[in-house]
């Protein structure tokens, strides 16, 4: 007496040198595909259609897609390098002088200058919203 294992719920093919994954219980009754690779955008990432997603961490509005022009893509991209050399560095200060780790932390757990950020930030990306 033998016992199979039931059918599975994806089927992978090749289509053009391409694996793609096909959902063969997908809700709207056609079968859902995208690349094996799983190529799809992180969560508050920019994606190739030029679609922002905010979070709420940074946006009171969040969450929401904003449409970005090419300069809008561009400006994101040098501020997003902007902060990861200033979280670079702090990281590396942190660890030459580990007292400045803990410097922001009265920043941050108090709700008057991080609610006063965030509502800037929100402002800020109204313009690209409306624009």
């Given at each position: 007496?033998?016992i199979?294992?039931?059918p599975?719920?994806?089927?992978?093919?090749?289509?053009?040198?391409?694996?793609?994954?096909?959902?063969?219980?997908?809700?709207?009754?056609?079968?859902?595909?995208?690349?094996?690779?799983?190529?799809r955008?992180?969560?508050?990432?920019?994606?190739?259609?030029?679609?922002?997603?905010?979070?709420?961490?940074?946006?009171?509005?969040a969450?929401?897609?904003i449409?970005?022009?090419?300069?809008?893509?561009?400006?994101?991209?040098?501020?997003r390098?902007?902060a990861?050399?200033?979280?670079?560095?702090?990281?590396?200060?942190?660890?030459?002088q580990?007292?400045?780790?803990?410097?922001?932390?009265?920043?941050?757990?108090?709700?008057?200058?991080?609610?006063?950020?965030?509502q800037?930030?929100?402002?800020?990306?109204?313009?690209?919203?409306?624009?």
């Amino acid at each position: 007496m033998s016992i199979e294992p039931p059918p599975s719920r994806y089927r992978v093919v090749e289509r053009g040198r391409r694996l793609e994954v096909i959902d063969t219980r997908a809700t709207n009754g056609t079968p859902t595909r995208r690349p094996a690779g799983g190529t799809r955008p992180p969560r508050g990432e920019s994606g190739a259609d030029g679609v922002f997603t905010t979070a709420r961490f940074y946006d009171d509005k969040a969450p929401r897609r904003i449409a970005l022009d090419a300069a809008a893509r561009d400006r994101l991209g040098r501020l997003r390098l902007i902060a990861a050399i200033a979280a670079m560095a702090w990281v590396m200060l942190a660890v030459w002088q580990p007292w400045v780790a803990l410097a922001p932390l009265p920043i941050l757990a108090s709700n008057g200058p991080r609610g006063a950020l965030r509502q800037r930030l929100t402002r800020w990306l109204d313009r690209y919203e409306q624009g």
